[in-house]
């Protein structure tokens, strides 16, 4: 009895940047048992042999494409018809799979169909216990829409057969926030409202939408990325000590959080680049926002009063996804020193593109004077890893594989934070059309408060 | 009307190595004033040629002599002669004197005949304002000579006119440690016994005691380095917020730290290095201490249970000073992680010969297995101060200047050190002669319990 790992969609944009490279890497580095087979299922009417070739423009990595043809087989498959799930389970019986994930790399909007199907021609039934089902974000495009997704689902398999991904929580940085946080005792006893000024939770992006605007149209940044990967981070940062490190306690820990988000409304800020309505795919008179700024608080007595900043978007001035806590001054200490900056003393959490975590911290600057400076200490995680540092979904596919749940969402963090842009009221904002990051920030320091984003 | 600084002993190695340097360099940056008057004093019969020729033989720093030979007066002195204090009076007089501190870098046991006949000759009265009295330690050898030294200072000066150095003080990083512990919140809210595990004070050298035999031999480490620098050193980095940042309000918290101070005696261990009997006027059947372990406890709430380790020596394998903060790791955390080594994480602040601050944490390695690392993040003060950073006499004379009393040793604080001492009941221990550190080190190991010293 052999290992199996389906892909839906594997002609898209998903297979080829990630799923295929992180399937070499596992193979190289004897991860996957050699007998596993990779199904590549998509409507494109080709040979393995097509597929692969095709698969060669896309795919940037170096991968060995001798052997990912000798695991692939590719399926001609139409998911409206329910013929072709049953073939697809005849071949798999043939093959000898007992434990194997389904993996639907597609438009969310495909996840009913596919999911009504496979538990109708039993690919996977409830009693399945090595048989799951991978889906990628977005679950749904509003609370309602995740409900009834959820609720199609649990129809159909059971809570444990379900993994949610969001490749952020595959990150090294976003797996070591609970480290530093918990196995060092100077930040955990430090972690509240006494110690911390404020918390920025960061994602930015130089590119537009390139080819998914017809998607992106339709959903924006705040359900894009702060729905998920900025909410995600922000759980992560502020979460109490979990009862135990086990993926459930962990997960408890952060819906609590999410629970306790409160979002400051008058400060939300919205915006569009300039160009987006030229866009292929993209409304002309859209007014889906490209960039959020916002502003909310954790509402319980440790992190009561503690800002945390929230800001994403598209065509911004770099690529970087960064978590900042700042630290608090001491002012009776500073009031004896000259040329004191406020907000020296903080720590940064750096996600993408690059990893690593730096602390900067107050201290006297060296001479006679007494001036306080601050000293920058960096630690670069992947230049220490060196070519070690894996993908998100090498890790993601090898929990898959061995059936861990840790980085996989679970129903009521999705559900607890689509209640939370539920909140949100801003349909009714005009997104503000900027031309350049600089510009976008000046405005959005203007219309909040001072410190609203601090970098 | 001018300033001046009036040096007894001023043909010792102090003069030589310390204060000549400092001063070269204070008048480089035009710190004293260009008519501030230099006394030399010692018993030596020479002209001021002589004796700048004979000083060049021992500076080892590049100083402008031309300048210094301007500045300088030297005066032949006899110190049990009232006469010369009264000649030297008349003299200041003519030179219109109306600020000067008298620096003794003499010996101790000067100490009360000078001060005497300074007060007898009225070089300097309780009423003058602008005249003060500066002692090297150590100020006493034991509580009881202290306590008379002190009251025959009170005899003759007001408090205010008596600057106790103790050029510890003085040093970039002990300056320092209040800033780095109080300016960063993270730090202030951390320093309790939740957070720290222990808590090491370090001074080690690589020499032994040269040409101090003499002096040495009748003090020993106790209370040639854990009297005066280690305790400094501890009360720095363990006392409470001050009330304020006055130098008083300094004073008064670090005072209570040294009253605070336990010393577990079942954990003394005295060392002597092989061939100290043979040095230069030690004598030859010395018990003398030339290395010292001992271990603490400071009773207080915040900080009860965190051990703080004391180690000092001569002939070691290394010259360094050094603070390391040891904190706790998160059990229920690490029990999910393989290879984790205990205590990776603390915060080390360098004192000498290099200054700096090193902090290491525990992060997630890289990669696909749960194993737990140490982030090591490096902050070299001395090298981002370049050539700037200034001799610890350099601040302490610019200090004597500006009557700054901040980094020098009020006498409860001496006094409360001294009852420290008091208690260690050493006398009978006879030390453990040593041919190296490692050796010393594992002969201590065995001795005390494990964790006794783990740098």
New interface residues.
Partial sequence: MAKAITIFGSTGNLMYKKIIPAIDSLYN?N?IEEDTKIYCIARRDCTLQDYIEDAKNYVKEDVDWERLEEKFTYILFDINDGDHYKKLKSRMEKDAIDDVFFYLAVPPRLFPIISKKISQSKLITKEDENKRIVFEKPFGEDLESAKSINKNLWQYFKEEQIYRIDHYLGK?MI??I???R?????????W?N???ESISVVAKEKEGVMTRGGYYDTIGALKDMFQSHLLQMMALITMD?PT??TSSAIKDAKVKMFKQLKIKEDDLFLGQYEGYLNEEKVDSNSTTETFVYLKGYIDNERLKGVPIHFLTGKKLDEKRSEIVVH????K??????ENVKPKN?K?IIRVAPE?G?H?Q????????ENI?KQ?????C??C??LT???EAY??LL?DLLNQTKTLFTRWDEIESTWEIVETIKHKHIKPYVYSSYEELISKLKNQCEVDCYDL
Same sequence: chains 1, 2.
Wanted: glycine content about 4%; overall charge negative.
């Fill in positions: 580095q991860l090294e797996q070591n609970l480290v530093i918990f196995a060092n005792k100077l930040f955990a006893s430090g509240n006494q110690s911390i000590h135990n490190f630290f608090k001054d001491d009776t200490l500073l009031d004896n020193f003393n720590l990893e975590v602390f911290f107050n201290i006297k600057e060296s001479g006679l306080i000293a920058s200490l960096e630690y995680h992947t220490n890893a070690n540092s894996p090498e890790k090898l």
